[in-house]
């Protein structure tokens, strides 16, 4: 069934969440007004907080995820955007992204984090391990914690 769903994840940061789609090899398109969707709500799932029926489809950015027919809306809302997305399986982004969208939370959290610790001047070791999950280590003054 097709429904328009928020992404579960705080972006308050612009910049961190374009370096997370080139992480992925997404495509954020800056100023692109309306992302692809289904194009009609399906079903009796609640929309989104604070959206109407009129808002499904529209956004302030997009991002397009290779090889799905849907994208992501990166819509502003006060000082955070919320990222938009009909979560329909034959969508093809789910594929990608991963369930929930949880390789684009994951890669936006290791992107935030990168960026909060050169601002502070900390350095940060990266390692992928096995099973996919990533493992982050700050350092102050050298010494990797």
């Known amino acids: ?28 398109i800056e100023n692109q007004k309306t992302y692809r969707w289904y194009g009609s709500r399906i079903g009796n799932e609640p929309l989104p907080e604070g959206l109407t029926l009129e808002d499904l489809g529209k956004c302030d950015h997009a991002i397009k995820v290779p090889g799905a027919s849907y994208e992501i809306g990166v819509r502003k809302d006060k000082n955070r955007h919320r990222l938009l997305w009909d979560n329909w399986k034959a969508g093809g982004l789910e594929q990608v992204i991963g369930r929930g969208a949880g390789l684009l939370k994951q890669a936006y959290g290791i992107e935030k984090t990168k960026r909060e610790a050169r601002r502070k001047g900390y350095s940060l070791y990266e390692t992928k391990n096995a099973n996919g999950s990533i493992t982050l280590k700050v350092s102050v003054g050298g010494e990797a914690s």
């Open 1 to 28: 069934m097709s429904h328009i769903t928020k992404i579960e994840i705080e972006v308050t940061d612009l910049e961190a969440l374009k370096a997370a789609c080139r992480r992925l090899k997404l495509s954020f």
